[in-house]
């Protein structure tokens, strides 16, 4: 018995004579050694991760077949040969198609499994044929595919719906285009995680981009952002587009020790497409002062609206040395750009009727016009309780808000 157990023992380093490991040993070089280490390390570490354990196995072509007698339409060819690969995913959190975390509002899209998707299939007017994708636990939002055409739509387009919140029709759903096709929408978010355009933090996928001109460098500090549009918390009607951007701070490691410094302020210039300009100013950042120091990163994540498709934003830092207090110094904020994707108007609006248009119209600009009489009242209060909220005033009414980012902490705290 202890013979056959010697035999089917696994051969380990450990096992093996001390004498002939040397002479190997002695033929490899050292540095590939250290790497051959690193590597096996590596792959050990990713080995480990859970999230692999969420991925379903392929679905099996009659599996596919019942879907699509389910459903009464044909399966894009490029979604079936991607669901023989993979079955989508438990409804877990974090989801693989990203996450964005605020304050008060935490997305993480789930890709759906066939089945559950099959069961999430639209016939109703305003998202008639459509499947979804993906879907978060938290928000409700899913992105679906047009497995047909319908009401404006073309064929396999995959988009984030947008409820009209003008018109009184609830077949009138705007979309915001994410894809052609589910190849050009899959491989196109595929090649941002790969290629690290999207940040990886504490194994969740943020689906921030980042331009790499969209850095600039005072003295020894750099400042550089990226940016995410939110499609649900956005509406076309009434014109209505959130951003929300990723703020890193970062001190040259080679800086000297003397140059430590603490933010004192922030000054923001906000130009909307129309280039109506907006200016902001106000202590700290998301009510910290961080202190910056050779090799520290501080970074925190903000947000803002627009009525308008697009903008930008541009301003600076105040900082003040800690061993010169006196001594204060402004840093460059890189101007940055926000534009939401191409959006295609409902087709129950395009339909309405002139009277029927012009009333909403004006039942639009009423509500309006109240909800900025409300908000006037609401910070004419602020201003005779306490003069110095006036720039939290001007912040409320942008929809400014920060959120720090602490690093090596669970990203859904932000």
């Known amino acids: 018995m202890a013979a056959v157990e010697a035999e089917t023992a696994p051969l380990t380093l450990e096992s093996l004579p001390t004498d002939p490991l040397l002479l190997i040993l002695s033929f490899v070089d050292y540095r590939d050694l250290i790497k051959a280490i690193i590597l096996t390390h590596t792959l050990n570490r990713f080995s480990e991760i859970l999230h692999y354990s969420y991925v379903g196995k392929g679905a099996r072509e009659e599996d596919l077949d019942a879907v699509e007698a389910q459903?009464?339409?044909?399966?894009?060819?490029?979604?079936?040969?991607?669901?023989?690969?993979?079955?989508?995913?438990?409804?877990?959190?974090?989801?693989?198609?990203?996450?964005?975390a605020l304050s008060n509002h935490y997305r993480s899209e789930d890709l759906l499994d066939v089945d559950t998707a099959?069961?999430?299939?639209?016939?109703?007017?305003?998202?008639?044929?459509?499947?979804?994708?993906?879907?978060?636990?938290?928000?409700?939002?899913?992105?679906?595919?047009?497995?047909?055409?319908?009401?404006?739509?073309?064929?396999?387009?995959?988009?984030?719906?947008?409820?009209?919140?003008?018109?009184?029709?609830?077949?009138?759903?705007?979309?915001?285009?994410?894809?052609?096709?589910?190849?050009?929408?899959?491989?196109?978010?595929?090649?941002?995680?790969v290629s690290g355009g999207f940040p990886i933090i504490r194994d969740q996928i943020f689906r921030y981009?980042?331009?790499?001109?969209?850095?600039?460098?005072?003295?020894?500090?750099?400042v550089s952002v990226s940016t995410s549009f939110l499609p649900e918390l956005s509406s076309v009607h009434p014109p209505h587009y959130f951003f929300t951007y990723r703020i890193r701070i970062e001190m040259s490691r080679e800086a000297l020790p003397e140059k430590a410094c603490?933010?004192?302020?922030?000054?923001?210039?906000?130009?909307?497409?129309?280039?109506?300009?907006?200016?902001?100013?106000?202590?700290?950042?998301?009510?910290?002062?961080?202190?910056?120091?050779?090799?520290?990163i501080y970074e925190y994540t903000s947000c803002t609206t627009f009525s308008t498709t697009s903008g930008y934003m541009e301003g600076y830092y105040t900082?003040?040395?800690?061993?010169?207090?006196?001594?204060?110094f402004n840093v460059a904020i890189p101007r940055f750009h926000m534009s939401c994707p191409t959006f295609r108007v409902s087709i129950a609006r395009l339909e309405m009727g002139p009277?029927?248009?012009?009333?909403?119209?004006?039942?639009?600009?009423?509500?309006?016009?109240?909800?900025?009489?409300?908000?006037?009242?609401?910070?004419?209060?602020?201003?005779?309780?306490?003069?110095?909220?006036?720039?939290?005033g001007e912040e409320r009414r942008r929809r400014v808000f920060d959120v720090p980012i602490h690093r090596r902490r669970c990203s859904r705290l932000f």
């Open 319 to 328: 900082f003040h040395f800690l061993y010169f207090k006196d001594k204060v």
């Open 262 to 296: 603490q933010l004192d302020s922030r000054y923001w210039r906000i130009t909307n497409a129309k280039g109506d300009v907006e200016e902001v100013q106000g202590p700290g950042v998301v009510g910290e002062f961080p202190i910056i120091s050779p090799g520290r």
């Open 118 to 193: 099959a069961g999430g299939f639209q016939q109703r007017q305003g998202l008639k044929y459509c499947l979804p994708l993906t879907f978060c636990i938290h928000t409700g939002l899913s992105q679906y595919i047009a497995v047909e055409a319908a009401e404006g739509r073309n064929k396999n387009e995959v988009f984030y719906q947008c409820p009209d919140q003008v018109a009184r029709n609830p077949a009138a759903i705007d979309m915001f285009i994410i894809g052609a096709t589910f190849t050009d929408w899959f491989t196109s978010y595929v090649n941002n995680v």
């Open 209 to 222: 981009i980042h331009d790499p001109e969209c850095v600039a460098t005072t003295g020894d500090i750099t």
């Open 71 to 100: 459903i009464g339409c044909k399966l894009p060819d490029d979604y079936r040969c991607s669901y023989r690969i993979h079955n989508g995913q438990k409804l877990v959190v974090p989801g693989l198609l990203g996450s964005m």
């Open 355 to 392: 009277d029927e248009y012009e009333e909403m119209e004006e039942e639009a600009e009423e509500e309006e016009e109240n909800d900025s009489a409300e908000m006037d009242e609401s910070e004419a209060s602020d201003e005779d309780e306490n003069e110095s909220d006036e720039v939290q």
